[in-house]
Each structure stands twice: as C-alpha cells, then as structure tokens.
C-alpha cells in the first residue's frame, strides 16, 4: 500500500468539555488502533545535514520540519502519520506559537492536527538553537 492510500490506525478528535485547540494546531486526543506499527522520532531542530543552524526563528522551525519528515520517511511514516508532537521553544511567545504554526501546517496540512505539548526552554542542547520538535507517529503494519 503506498502512501496516498495508506489507511488511518488513529483518530485524533477533541472530546466534549475541553476547549477547541484547532486554532492552536493540535488536538486533545489521539486513538491508535490495535496492531498499528509505531515510529518514534528523537527531537529534531532546525541544522542542516552539515550542522548549519539558521539564527533566524522561523527558518529553524522550517527545516526543523524538513528534519521530521525526512526522519518520519526512513521509518516509513508521513506527516499525516503522526499522532503526537512534543515541541520545545526557546523564549515562546504568541508570535513563535503562530509561526509554528503555519510552518507545522505547511508541512503536515492544515487539517492534520495531532496532539501536542509545548514546553517553553531557556535553552535547547546546542548554542543558538530556538526549537526542538519530537514525534510518535502509528502507521499500519
């Protein structure tokens, strides 16, 4: 089966009584189906393969995504794949909030909304980095 009709293992949905996260770009819960293959990706940030880090926010959440989905790839999942985020930003603001945002759409589809956590960091593993993204991600076997 390729990727274009690889069937759903998991329901992402927003349960009566909490707030609605879609404009924030994520959902409250996520559902896998029994027998799903899981692929877990270690953060990713925004180097490329040769270490170069952008100081630039915007462009490390970029290729930050460029990273997971490469990563994502290898493991044989998509973006559409993935069923939890954990994100780390250095100084966050609504500002840094927005342009994850539309980068995470950019990459994954505005409609694609997996559950997510967002931590803010004083600080990420390497000098200049402002953003770290990790993923679980369910595919069928």
Known sequence: M???TQKSVFALSNPPGLYDPAPNGYSHLAVIEPGA???VVAGQGGET???ALDPDFRRQVRQAMRNLLTALEAGGARGRDVVKLTVLIVDH???RLRVFGEELAAA???DHRPTCTLIP???LALDGMLFEIEAIAAVAP
Request: net charge neutral; no cysteine.
């Open 2 to 4: 390729n990727a274009a």
């Open 37 to 39: 293959r899981w692929i």
């Open 49 to 51: 393969a040769d270490g």
């Open 93 to 95: 603001s609504h500002e």
């Open 108 to 110: 994954f589809g505005a």
């Open 121 to 123: 960091v004083p600080r």
